[in-house]
């Protein structure tokens, strides 16, 4: 009964920024990772970026330097810091968390149900 919840999306001009935020909650033995796809119109899914446990980060070529993705452990919430956003930015924006849910549990994957972030020129 994992749940990830996002919030943060939205309509902004070009240059602005968004602040995205997801929640895992529910059973939750521990997260190995967090992270944000996209997929925009007529393209396929994508990695924005990505937080381990351990706290290495990995990014899109198309959003170093303006994104920053961030996550604090104790609250299971993973951040995306969207800065200068470009009408190329726009797409569902989908949080994912790889995640056991016991000990004894495999690892998998789970999505939030993704938000709209929408950046006019």
């Known amino acids: 009964q994992v749940q990830l919840v996002e919030s943060g999306g939205g309509l902004v001009q070009a240059g602005g920024s968004l602040r995205l935020s997801c929640a895992a909650s529910?059973?939750?033995?521990?997260?190995?990772?967090m992270g944000w796809y996209r997929q925009a119109p007529g393209k396929s899914r994508e990695l924005v970026a990505i937080v381990t446990s351990g706290g290495s980060t990995n990014y899109a070529d198309s959003v170093k330097g303006r994104f920053t993705i961030s996550r604090d452990t104790a609250k299971k919430t993973v951040y995306l810091q969207m800065n200068s956003l470009e009408p190329e930015d726009t797409a569902v924006y989908y949080c994912?968390?790889?995640?056991?849910?016991?000990?004894?549990?495999?690892?998998?994957?789970?999505w939030g149900q993704g938000t709209q972030v929408t950046v006019s020129s």
């Open positions: 529910g059973t939750i033995f521990s997260i190995n990772a």
């Open positions: 994912s968390a790889d995640l056991r849910t016991g000990v004894l549990r495999p690892t998998y994957t789970y």
